[in-house]
């Protein structure tokens, strides 16, 4: 499997990849916007074909948050998701400086805990729940 990352995702490819799984699509220029405005995306393509996305947004000084996270069913369970995952945190600690630290929030939808374990994200519910609005 040939997988690739670059850093620019359309806004097309945005709603193929969130259409792919299912989830609430938005407008255009909802997206456009959305793009226009993030810190860090990344897209990873094999043998050419979409084949996952991820983005972060936030302040680029002490709070981002991962979101949008999805890789193509027929591309899942191969390792992807956990790749974009490390890049996004790559590109997130080649910003952050000696002496600081910013805090990665992410808000996993229900089932998917131990996939952001596994990508070394804590969860402890006993000490912090995550609401959304
Ligand atoms: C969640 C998602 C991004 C995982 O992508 P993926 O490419 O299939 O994940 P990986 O192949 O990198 O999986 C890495 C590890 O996590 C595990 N894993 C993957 N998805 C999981 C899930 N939903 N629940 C538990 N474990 C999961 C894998 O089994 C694998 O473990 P292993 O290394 O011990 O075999 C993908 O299933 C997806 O896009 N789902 C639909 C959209 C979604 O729900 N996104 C997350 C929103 S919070």
């Known amino acids: 499997m040939d997988i690739k990352f670059d850093y620019n995702i359309t806004s097309d490819e945005f ?6 799984v299912g989830w609430k699509t938005y407008s255009k220029k909802q997206i456009d916007n959305a793009l226009a405005n993030t810190m860090y995306m990344v897209k990873a393509t094999v043998d050419g074909k979409l084949a996952g996305i991820g983005r972060v947004v936030g302040d680029y000084s002490i709070v981002c948050m991962l979101t949008d996270i999805c890789v193509k069913p027929e591309f899942q369970k191969h390792g992807i998701g956990l790749k974009i995952v490390e890049e996004l945190k790559n590109l997130i600690s080649s910003n952050v400086h000696e002496g ?3 805090q990665i929030e992410l808000t996993p939808t229900a089932g998917n805990e131990s996939f952001y374990q596994k990508a070394g994200f804590k969860y402890n519910p006993e000490k912090i729940t995550g609401m959304y609005l």
Request: proline share 0%.
């Open 100 to 102: 600081e630290k910013m």
């Open 15 to 20: 709603l193929e990849m969130v259409e792919s």
